[in-house]
C-alpha cells in the first residue's frame, strides 16, 4: 500500500524495469532520481548545469563536446530517442528482466515509431491525445460544455463572422479571442482596442508574419471569443490511475511578465510558477478539486492514464473558478514540481504517472496520497527568454549554480542544480540549459529556468515582487543577449535547423 513519500520510494525498488527521462535538457528530466533506483537521462544538448547534474546522475548527451554547435535536427526529444546514439547507449539497458522505459514531455508519430522498432515502452499517452483533440481548446470547450463544467462566458466563433463593433457590444473591453493550437499564451489575445483586433484577425486568417519572419499563423476557421475576466491565473496538475483522479493543490502562473518574456508575442504568455504565495481559499480549492476530479474521470473513460493539467482563471470578485484549457501531457511545472513536492515531503505525482504505463499491480490510499499533496508549497520558477525580437546571443557566460543579488550584480555561491540545494530565501539557482558563451537563441527561446524558494508574485499575483523583479531584471543583463546580424548568421546554420528551432 503506498500511503506517503517513504512507501512510494520503498515500492520503486522492487521495480526491475530500467528507466529513462528524455528531454532537450537533462534539467526537464529531473525529479525522478529522489525516487527511483537507478534512474538515468538521454538529453540532447549539453549545458553549463549537465555539468553539475552529471556528477549526481548517469546522463547521455547527443551534442556533448560540440559546444555552441548543434546537430542538424529539430530541438526536441523525438531527435534524442530517435538517434542513433540513444540505440547503441540502450542495447545494454534491454534485458529479459524488462526492456527501456521512456519518460518525455508529450509523445510524437515519430517518437512512437522509434520505441515501437526497438522494443521500448513510452510513459506517456499516444499522439491522439494531443493537438487533434483535448489541446485543442475549442474541441476541449465543446467537452466542457457536455459534462457542465463553467467557462467564462464566450462562443465558439467563425473567424469571418468576427466583427470588432459586435464584439464590443457583447462582451465590453477588453475581451478574449483564443487560437484553438497555440499554447503557452501565444495563441491568445487580450482585444483592447481596434488595432488590438486588427492585428489578431489577421492572424487568425493567415495573413500576419511576425517582424523577424520566422512566424507565421495559419488560415483556420472558427477562434474562441470570450468575456475578459478580471483575476489571476492558477493552474493544477492532476493525474489519471487505476485507483482514482490525483491532484496536488493550485499553483499561480507567472504571466505576462515583459522582463521575462516579450508581450507583443500574445497575452497569457507563460513565465513561471510560485508556490510560496499560492494560498487560496476554501471555497476555490474545492472548486478545482471537483473539476480535476470531473475531467480526470472523463479522461479515463476515454482511456487516458497519468499526468495532465488544467489552467484555471479566478474571478477576483466573485471567487469564481473557470476553466481556460487544458494540457493532456508533462507541464511546464516540471521538473520544479518534483522538486517543491520532495522538499515539503509529499509522495511525487510524477511516481504514480510513471506506475500507471509500466502497468504494475500496486495499491494507493488515494484519501491520504491525495491530503499530502493538496498542502501548502514552499518553491517558485522564473523563465527568462531572449527579448530582443531577433535571434541573438549571449556575450557573456554565466557559471550554473546558486546565486544571490548583491547590489545590482549577481553573486555566484556554489554549485547545485535542485531547490533542496538552497539555504535560503535570500539564494536561487540558474538551471535549465544555462548556455556557453555565444550560444544562439531565436526570439523569446527560453535562456535558463530561475529557481527559488522565495515568493516571486506580489498580492495581485499578476507583479513581480520588487525581489523577484530585481532578480530577473540582473539575471536577464548579466547575459548580455546582443541580437546577431542575420546575413553573417546564416551563413553557419542551416536554415532548415532556423525554421525548426
Same mark, same amino acid.
Given at each position: 500500500?503506498? #500511503?506517503?513519500?517513504?512507501?512510494?520510494?520503498?515500492?520503486?525498488?522492487?521495480?526491475?524495469?530500467?528507466?529513462?527521462?528524455?528531454?532537450?535538457? =537533462?534539467?526537464?528530466?529531473?525529479?525522478?532520481?529522489?525516487?527511483?533506483? $537507478?534512474?538515468?537521462?538521454?538529453?540532447?544538448?549539453?549545458?553549463?548545469?549537465? +555539468?553539475?547534474?552529471? #556528477?549526481?546522475?548517469?546522463?547521455?548527451?547527443?551534442?556533448?563536446?560540440?559546444?555552441?554547435?548543434?546537430?542538424? +535536427?529539430?530541438?526536441?526529444?523525438?531527435?534524442?530517442?530517435?538517434?542513433?546514439?540513444?540505440?547503441?547507449?540502450?542495447?545494454?539497458?534491454?534485458?529479459? =528482466?524488462?526492456?527501456?522505459?521512456?519518460?518525455?514531455?508529450?509523445?510524437?508519430?515519430?517518437?512512437? *515509431?522509434?520505441?515501437?522498432?526497438?522494443?521500448?515502452?513510452?510513459?506517456?499517452?499516444?499522439?491522439?491525445?494531443?493537438?487533434?483533440?483535448?489541446? $485543442?481548446?475549442?474541441?476541449?470547450?465543446?467537452?466542457?460544455?457536455?459534462?457542465?463544467?463553467?467557462?467564462?462566458?464566450?462562443?465558439?466563433?467563425?473567424?469571418?463572422?468576427?466583427?470588432?463593433?459586435?464584439?464590443?457590444?457583447?462582451?465590453?473591453?477588453?475581451?478574449?479571442?483564443?487560437?484553438?493550437?497555440?499554447?503557452?499564451? %501565444?495563441?491568445?489575445?487580450?482585444? !483592447?482596442?481596434?488595432?488590438?483586433?486588427?492585428?489578431?484577425?489577421?492572424?487568425?486568417?493567415? +495573413?500576419?508574419?511576425?517582424?523577424?519572419?520566422?512566424?507565421? @499563423?495559419?488560415?483556420?476557421?472558427?477562434?474562441?471569443?470570450?468575456?475578459?475576466?478580471?483575476?489571476?491565473?492558477?493552474?493544477?496538475?492532476?493525474?489519471?490511475?487505476?485507483?482514482?483522479?490525483?491532484?496536488?493543490?493550485?499553483? /499561480?502562473?507567472?504571466?505576462?511578465?515583459?522582463?521575462?518574456?516579450?508581450?507583443?508575442?500574445?497575452?497569457?504568455?507563460?513565465?513561471?510558477?510560485?508556490? &510560496?504565495?499560492?494560498?487560496?481559499? *476554501?471555497?476555490?480549492?474545492?472548486?478545482?478539486?471537483?473539476?480535476?476530479?470531473?475531467?480526470?474521470?472523463?479522461?479515463?473513460?476515454?482511456?487516458?492514464?497519468?499526468?495532465?493539467?488544467?489552467?484555471?482563471?479566478?474571478?477576483?470578485?466573485?471567487?469564481?473558478?473557470?476553466?481556460?484549457?487544458?494540457?493532456?501531457?508533462?507541464?511546464?511545472?516540471?521538473?520544479?514540481? !518534483?522538486?517543491?513536492?520532495?522538499?515539503? !515531503?509529499?509522495?511525487?505525482?510524477?511516481?504514480? /504517472?510513471?506506475?500507471?504505463?509500466?502497468?504494475?499491480?500496486?495499491?494507493?490510499?488515494?484519501?491520504?496520497?491525495?491530503?499530502?499533496?493538496?498542502?501548502?508549497?514552499?518553491?517558485?520558477?522564473?523563465?527568462?527568454?531572449?527579448?530582443?525580437?531577433?535571434?541573438?546571443? !549571449? /556575450?557573456?557566460?554565466?557559471?550554473?549554480?546558486?546565486?544571490?543579488? $548583491?547590489?545590482?550584480?549577481?553573486?555566484?555561491?556554489?554549485?547545485?542544480?535542485?531547490?533542496?540545494?538552497?539555504?535560503?530565501?535570500?539564494?536561487?539557482?540558474?538551471?535549465?540549459?544555462?548556455?556557453?558563451?555565444?550560444?544562439? @537563441?531565436?526570439? $523569446?527561446?527560453?535562456?535558463?529556468?530561475?529557481?527559488?524558494?522565495?515568493?516571486?508574485?506580489?498580492?495581485? /499575483?499578476? *507583479?513581480?515582487?520588487?525581489?523577484?523583479?530585481? &532578480?530577473?531584471?540582473?539575471?536577464?543583463?548579466?547575459?548580455?543577449?546582443?541580437?546577431? %546580424?542575420?546575413?553573417?548568421?546564416?551563413?553557419?546554420?542551416?536554415?532548415?535547423?532556423?525554421?525548426?528551432?
Amino acid at each position: 500500500m503506498i #500511503k506517503d513519500l517513504k512507501t512510494l520510494k520503498e515500492f520503486f525498488k522492487t521495480i526491475k524495469t530500467p528507466i529513462f527521462g528524455a528531454g532537450v535538457y =537533462a534539467f526537464n528530466r529531473l525529479g525522478l532520481e529522489t525516487i527511483i533506483p $537507478n534512474y538515468r537521462i538521454l538529453a540532447l544538448r549539453y549545458s553549463l548545469d549537465t +555539468e553539475l547534474i552529471k #556528477k549526481d546522475i548517469e546522463i547521455l548527451s547527443i551534442e556533448k563536446n560540440m559546444g555552441t554547435k548543434h546537430i542538424q +535536427e529539430p530541438r526536441n526529444a523525438t531527435t534524442v530517442i530517435s538517434h542513433p546514439k540513444t540505440k547503441k547507449y540502450l542495447e545494454k539497458y534491454t534485458s529479459p =528482466a524488462g526492456k527501456p522505459a521512456i519518460l518525455v514531455l508529450k509523445s510524437s508519430t515519430k517518437m512512437e *515509431q522509434t520505441c515501437q522498432e526497438n522494443n521500448w515502452k513510452l510513459l506517456t499517452n499516444p499522439t491522439t491525445f494531443g493537438k487533434e483533440t483535448l489541446e $485543442n481548446k475549442i474541441k476541449f470547450r465543446r467537452i466542457l460544455r457536455e459534462i457542465e463544467i463553467e467557462v467564462p462566458p464566450g462562443k465558439i466563433a467563425s473567424v469571418d463572422k468576427l466583427h470588432y463593433g459586435h464584439l464590443i457590444n457583447k462582451y465590453g473591453l477588453p475581451f478574449v479571442i483564443q487560437h484553438p493550437t497555440k499554447g503557452g499564451g %501565444k495563441g491568445t489575445f487580450f482585444i !483592447n482596442n481596434q488595432e488590438d483586433f486588427n492585428k489578431t484577425f489577421k492572424k487568425l486568417k493567415g +495573413e500576419w508574419i511576425e517582424e523577424d519572419g520566422e512566424t507565421k @499563423f495559419e488560415a483556420i476557421p472558427e477562434a474562441i471569443v470570450a468575456k475578459f475576466i478580471q483575476g489571476s491565473s492558477p493552474s493544477i496538475t492532476g493525474c489519471v490511475t487505476k485507483h482514482g483522479i490525483l491532484s496536488t493543490n493550485l499553483q /499561480h502562473q507567472v504571466l505576462d511578465i515583459p522582463q521575462l518574456f516579450n508581450p507583443t508575442r500574445g497575452s497569457g504568455l507563460f513565465c513561471g510558477h510560485d508556490w &510560496t504565495s499560492s494560498r487560496f481559499s *476554501q471555497e476555490v480549492d474545492q472548486q478545482a478539486y471537483e473539476i480535476t476530479e470531473k475531467i480526470g474521470q472523463y479522461f479515463k473513460e476515454m482511456g487516458y492514464k497519468g499526468i495532465f493539467g488544467l489552467d484555471f482563471v479566478l474571478d477576483e470578485e466573485t471567487e469564481k473558478l473557470y476553466l481556460i484549457e487544458c494540457n493532456p501531457r508533462l507541464l511546464g511545472s516540471f521538473p520544479t514540481l !518534483n522538486m517543491v513536492q520532495f522538499i515539503n !515531503n509529499e509522495p511525487l505525482i510524477l511516481g504514480f /504517472h510513471i506506475l500507471e504505463f509500466l502497468d504494475v499491480d500496486y495499491e494507493i490510499d488515494l484519501e491520504e496520497i491525495n491530503r499530502l499533496m493538496r498542502q501548502d508549497k514552499i518553491g517558485a520558477q522564473m523563465l527568462p527568454h531572449n527579448l530582443t525580437e531577433h535571434w541573438a546571443r !549571449n /556575450h557573456k557566460q554565466i557559471e550554473a549554480g546558486i546565486y544571490k543579488l $548583491n547590489k545590482d550584480k549577481l553573486e555566484y555561491l556554489r554549485p547545485g542544480y535542485d531547490l533542496k540545494h538552497l539555504k535560503d530565501k535570500e539564494e536561487f539557482l540558474l538551471v535549465d540549459g544555462v548556455p556557453l558563451k555565444k550560444s544562439h @537563441f531565436s526570439p $523569446n527561446r527560453r535562456i535558463c529556468r530561475i529557481l527559488t524558494l522565495n515568493q516571486t508574485l506580489d498580492n495581485t /499575483h499578476k *507583479q513581480l515582487t520588487p525581489w523577484a523583479l530585481q &532578480t530577473a531584471e540582473t539575471v536577464y543583463r548579466s547575459f548580455e543577449m546582443k541580437p546577431i %546580424k542575420w546575413i553573417k548568421f546564416k551563413k553557419k546554420i542551416n536554415p532548415n535547423f532556423i525554421a525548426k528551432g
